[in-house]
């Protein structure tokens, strides 16, 4: 079994840069991406971005390209999510999912394992 944790959210200004980190442990082995997704009130969950493990590659959704950046740690499990220009309408919950696939595919069920999420909140 995998265990993923989320941690960062928080309520910001519009414009102010976050930092959300995504702790994997347990068979983490079976990962080979992660993805970010969101959910808002009203909305369905969407993709954000994802990463490879191994070579780091990266897909974006367009509603944050350029403005949202994954990396990962391999020492330590972690996946980071930097987000810098945030605006009132990136509020929402944000979930890290752990894949077996070798490839980022931006579909929900693609995703075997989910983070219990972290609220970050954009004011105006």
């Known amino acids: 079994q995998v265990q993923l944790l989320e941690s960062g959210g928080r309520l910001v200004q519009a414009g102010e840069p976050l930092r959300l980190s995504c702790a994997a442990s347990g068979r983490t082995f079976s990962i080979y991406t992660m993805g970010w997704f969101r959910h808002a009130p009203g909305k369905e969950r969407e993709f954000v971005g994802g990463?490879?493990?191994?070579?780091?590659?990266?897909v974006y959704a367009d509603s944050v390209k350029g403005r949202f950046t994954i990396s990962r740690d391999r020492a330590k499990s972690t996946v980071y999510l930097q987000m810098n220009s945030l605006k009132p309408e990136d509020t929402a919950v944000y979930y890290c999912a752990g894949s077996r696939r070798l490839d980022v595919t931006t579909t929900d069920r693609d995703y075997s394992y989910w983070g219990q999420g972290t609220q970050v909140t954009v004011s105006s």
């Open positions: 990463i490879t493990w191994s070579g780091g590659f990266t």
